[in-house]
């Protein structure tokens, strides 16, 4: 093409309504974009303890709900590396159950997990929180992970012995940015066995506990928003009173969430994981999910 061909394509005059076009063109490519990104199948990972295998204070820990902290690391590493993106428990309700935000472009590519934890073990903090601390400084990657803390059993400041975390180590993990502080209860006990009065005290005062624990570290009181049932214990009235205080509750009945098709806010599945799982298996499941959903998606299926 000659230089004045040139000129005269960079000043031929554009149709009317051209720039529009070219707008709303880039607003369904986009979209279309992020609609493939979209996977109507998350997984929802639910750990308690994380056992150090290598120490000594492994004997203390027993049963098969306390997760190796090496299996964690192995597993934590390859979601990073296989470009997941860690979810919170708001995050999980504003962009795909509610859909009341668009998902930031930077996680449009990324394939969403969520892992929590249950109960509020000490391991938690003394095994968990160095590894986050270790593979955000290798990967530059902030790492979320999900807390279902009972406050009634915080151990009380300066405790050594406790099996528990404390307040100020639930504040630690919030302030560096790792931790999701959500409630499970105050005294994790079975709600659909209590009256109403103690059906309301458990659910309303783990509420005011934990958010007077961690109150000048979260102005939008985002911690306590959400709600998993101890047991994975629940039932219509159980349901009716959580809903009251609580934007979202948690199952643990090792099924999946397809949030395409979901419809309940307060009954979210979640995977139980327990030492017989490897970090490898996870990963496999999480790969398979992502697939099984992108199949789904194409199909418009649930």
Same mark, same amino acid.
């Given at each position: 093409?000659?230089?004045?061909?040139?000129?005269?394509?960079?000043?031929?005059?554009?149709p009317k309504g051209f720039y529009l076009s070219l707008v709303l063109g880039f607003v369904?490519?986009?979209?279309?974009?992020?609609?493939?990104?979209?996977?109507?199948?998350?997984? %929802?990972?639910?750990?308690?303890?994380?056992?150090?295998?290598?120490?000594?204070?492994?004997?203390?820990? !027993?049963?098969?709900?306390?997760?190796?902290?090496?299996?964690?690391?192995?597993?934590?590493?390859?979601? %990073?590396?296989?470009?997941?993106? =860690?979810?919170?428990?708001?995050?999980?309700?504003?962009?795909?159950?509610?859909?009341?935000?668009?998902?930031?472009?930077?996680?449009?590519?990324?394939?969403?997990?969520?892992?929590? =934890?249950?109960?509020?073990?000490?391991? !938690?903090?003394?095994?968990?929180?160095?590894?986050?601390? +270790?593979?955000?400084?290798?990967?530059?990657?902030?790492?979320?992970? !999900?807390?279902?803390?009972?406050?009634?059993?915080?151990?009380?400041?300066?405790?050594?012995?406790?099996?528990?975390?404390?307040?100020?180590?639930?504040?630690?993990?919030?302030?560096?940015?790792?931790?999701?502080?959500?409630?499970?209860?105050?005294?994790?006990?079975?709600?659909?066995?209590?009256?109403?009065?103690?059906?309301?005290?458990?659910?309303?005062?783990?509420?005011?506990?934990?958010?007077?624990?961690?109150?000048?570290?979260?102005?939008?009181? +985002?911690?306590?928003?959400? =709600?998993?049932?101890?047991?994975?214990?629940?039932?219509?009235?159980?349901?009716?009173?959580?809903?009251?205080?609580?934007?979202?509750?948690?199952?643990?009945?090792?099924?999946?969430?397809?949030?395409?098709?979901?419809?309940?806010?307060?009954?979210?599945?979640?995977?139980?994981?327990?030492?017989? +799982?490897?970090?490898?298996?996870?990963?496999?499941?999480?790969?398979?999910?992502?697939?099984?959903?992108?199949?789904?998606?194409?199909?418009?299926?649930?």
């Amino acid at each position: 093409m000659t230089e004045n061909h040139e000129q005269n394509f960079v000043n031929y005059s554009k149709p009317k309504g051209f720039y529009l076009s070219l707008v709303l063109g880039f607003v369904m490519f986009f979209s279309i974009i992020n609609f493939q990104y979209t996977t109507p199948i998350i997984p %929802i990972l639910g750990f308690h303890g994380i056992l150090d295998t290598k120490s000594n204070l492994s004997n203390y820990y !027993v049963g098969d709900m306390q997760y190796s902290k090496q299996d964690m690391e192995k597993l934590l590493e390859q979601l %990073i590396i296989n470009n997941y993106w =860690f979810l919170t428990t708001q995050d999980l309700y504003n962009f795909f159950l509610t859909r009341s935000q668009k998902i930031p472009y930077e996680y449009q590519k990324k394939k969403p997990v969520m892992i929590s =934890f249950d109960d509020g073990y000490k391991t !938690v903090y003394t095994n968990l929180l160095p590894v986050l601390d +270790k593979l955000e400084k290798k990967y530059t990657k902030k790492i979320k992970v !999900v807390l279902f803390i009972n406050p009634g059993t915080l151990a009380l400041k300066g405790s050594r012995n406790s099996t528990h975390l404390g307040c100020q180590e639930l504040r630690e993990g919030l302030k560096k940015g790792f931790y999701d502080i959500q409630s499970h209860g105050l005294n994790h006990k079975d709600l659909t066995q209590l009256n109403r009065r103690e059906l309301i005290k458990e659910i309303l005062q783990s509420r005011t506990e934990l958010r007077k624990c961690t109150q000048d570290l979260d102005p939008d009181q +985002k911690v306590a928003s959400h =709600f998993a049932y101890p047991y994975g214990a629940y039932n219509k009235q159980v349901e009716s009173y959580v809903s009251k205080y609580y934007l979202s509750s948690y199952l643990y009945n090792d099924e999946l969430l397809n949030y395409g098709c979901f419809k309940n806010y307060y009954e979210i599945p979640r995977l139980m994981v327990n030492r017989q +799982k490897s970090a490898k298996q996870l990963l496999e499941i999480a790969e398979t999910l992502s697939t099984v959903s992108k199949q789904k998606l194409s199909q418009n299926k649930c």
